[in-house]
């Protein structure tokens, strides 16, 4: 029930500042809160900002930015990753999260987008139970997906701006992104992916995207806005799989002031957010039926109306769609409309697993141990000889994000100065490479060496086993933890032992 509250007023209203007023509001019923806070990490600047701010019973607390010292950074970042509720008194780190504002105690929950870290949300209050830690982690999802869209947003505003100030200097900005976001691999395992964008991007036809989760459908549909004639124009990621059923077509399509309980304002969709420019529907397959009705009336015609308005607008807006499903299928199966598919899927491109295209693990490990060193520890580190090896050996069902998240874990866990490949990759990472090293072809039934598996390991595979199911839900009735018969807590901690991390088994 809350959860829902929640996600509603995330995806209603543009502003942080009345979506964190309301969840404080809404959790306030829950527990004792004085003060919510959400909080942006800027990596860059090893900041630490409050962004909104609400308090239930008086006035919300300042705008404060910490300045992070590189330990302080790192313990946040590591802390992160765990995707642990923080409930404690306000030292440590606890304090810094909390931007001295706790009296009492605090509760903190990390904002992730993907395997990045974002920020914090922060509740201050006299005391907390572990009852109300359940509750607060549940808000943090939402709390994310809206923090995510106020940063694109402001990015998006931030360029559009820029562009009406300078052109020439919006275009040398584009010029430096170009070398930092270059697509590794162009000249490998992606160079048939990369000679079809190079067809399709000067076009307005859709293209579709299809590939596993991780694999960089969303990497190409940026490249091909920025190849294409829309380049200026926004370009607008909308996840369909994130929205509420309930709650897309005011998503899509916008809606006017007063049409449901909850609009208290007109709100344009990210259909007019894309006037101009490209619009990528990512995670396609995820669209309930009645919203691909809507959709395919707007590919048809260019037209539509938000949500309880009356008038029609058009708009100018290449579609870019992906999905890891199998649409195909899909349509067979009477899931995915027949004539939407035709419509999205004039230019397929497929953009290949990366246990496929093992010559460029080597290079997008280097580039990523490049970047994640500079960033976490000041400079840029490079894999060994003996690291690579490894990295090819194991099988990457997570794929680029994956391979990206382990060597980030590899230089937090190296304290920002060296590369701990072998521990990142994890105890299950370590038998699936020792099965490849040391008994080329050995089956999952025939651990290599030993008659038995140790406890650890068959724990590992097991808990996988169980995360695939599930799509790597943990909590709820469908996760994880209910389906092992554990509390998703004591999940959590036996992942982190075991070094498994659900966003492997998450679609996108
Ligand atoms: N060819 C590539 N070069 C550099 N980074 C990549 C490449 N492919 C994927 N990535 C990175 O891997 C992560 C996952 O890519 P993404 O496009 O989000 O995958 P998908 O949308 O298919 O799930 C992102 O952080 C992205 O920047
Ligand atoms: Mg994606």
Partial sequence: MLLVDVWREAGRHASLEETVERIARRLADEMPLQALLIRRLDAERLRLETVAAGAPGGAPPGRTRTELSKSQFHALVSWAHAREVLRSGPQGLAGVLAAGEARGEVLAGPLLDGEQVIGALVAVGPAFRPAHAELFAQVLDPVSSALRSDIQLHELTRLREAAEADNRALLSRLGRQEIADAIVGADGGLRAVVDRVAQVAGTDAPVLLLGETGTGKEVIAREIHRQSARARGPVVRVNCGA?????????????????????????????????????????????????????????????????????????????????????????????????LWYRISVFPIRLPPLRERPADIPVLAAHFAWRAGQRLGGHPLAPTAADQERLIAYSWPGNVRELAAVIERAVILGNGHQLEIAAALGPAASSVAATTENRPGATEAAPPGEEFQTLDAAMARHIEAALEKVNGRIEGPSGAAALLGLNPHTLRARMRKLGIHWSRFRPA
Avoid: C, K, N
């Fill in 243 to 339: 929205i509420p059923p309930g709650l897309i077509d005011s998503e899509l399509f916008g809606h006017e002031r007063g049409s449901f309980t909850g609009a208290v304002a007109d709100r344009a969709g990210w259909f007019e957010r894309a006037d101009g420019g490209t619009l990528f529907l990512d995670e396609i397959g995820e669209l309930p039926l009645e919203a691909q009705v809507r959709l395919l009336r707007v590919l048809q015609d260019g037209s539509f109306e938000r949500v309880g308005g009356r008038t029609t607008h058009t708009v100018d807006v290449r579609i870019v769609t992906a999905t890891h499903r199998d649409l195909h299928t899909m349509v067979q199966a009477g899931t995915f409309r027949e004539d």
